[in-house]
Antibody
């Protein structure tokens, strides 16, 4: 069964940092591009960042560029999101998802991990 | 920035056809995908590459995309289809989501 499992969420103060992880199973992790998507409480989906499967090229939404870094370790089947200089408005459920090729869509989603930024 | 526009809500009677639209400039030149999200759950891909259904998605779900609009159509809507639906497309290397449509089956 294809699965993604996020971890690393929690409560952090404004200005703090947090690293999220997303571990994949049931598929060849290294062959898939991956994305991070978040959803603030009661709001819609917001794409944050994507990373290719092979060469590790990355892209970011303007809202997180320079603060968040997406990376992956294919030997551990794990995707990461390093979040720095966190703001109250970064409070959300964070999802990882597999990217279908040719921008067809986002296939498999994790269960999400909650990040709360509050003093 | 590239924006995808969806109606906030759509209502449909059980057994009838529901259509949810997603509008953006030249959306038909890109691939549209659709996600279903029920309360407290993760999004689920219900349509990709404009009109392809992932394995396990019922045949009553169909999709189209041309011009400036993409449409997700649910034929013979069931109560279990009540959920939020989001369209998504890539603008170059940036993914965009529509604001979401709450589908009510009543």
């Amino acid at each position: 069964e294809v699965q993604l499992l996020e971890s690393g969420g929690g409560l952090v103060q404004p200005g703090g940092s947090l690293r999220l992880s997303c571990t994949g199973s049931g598929f060849i992790f290294s062959t898939y591009a991956m994305s991070w998507v978040r959803q603030a409480p009661g709001k819609g989906l917001e794409w944050l960042a994507a990373i290719s499967g092979s060469d590790g090229s990355t892209d970011y939404a303007d809202s997180v560029k320079g603060r968040f870094t997406i990376s992956r370790d294919n030997s551990k089947n794990t995707l990461y999101l390093q979040m720095n200089t966190l703001r109250v408005e970064d409070t959300a459920v964070y999802y990882c998802a597999t990217d279908l090729p040719y921008q067809y869509g986002m296939d498999v989603w994790g269960q999400g991990t909650m990040v709360t930024v509050s003093s | 920035s590239y924006e995808l526009t969806q109606p906030p809500s759509v209502s449909v009677s059980p057994g009838q056809t529901a259509s949810i639209t997603c509008s953006a400039d030249k959306l038909g030149d890109k691939y549209a995908s659709w996600y279903q999200q029920k309360p407290g759950q993760s999004p689920v891909l219900v349509m990709y590459q404009d009109n392809k259904r992932p394995s396990g998605i019922p045949e009553r779900f169909s999709g189209s995309n041309s011009g400036n609009s993409a449409t997700l159509t649910i034929s013979g809507t069931q109560a279990v289809d009540e959920a939020d639906y989001y369209c998504q497309a890539w603008d170059s290397t940036t993914a965009r989501f529509g604001g979401g449509t709450k589908l009510t089956v009543l």
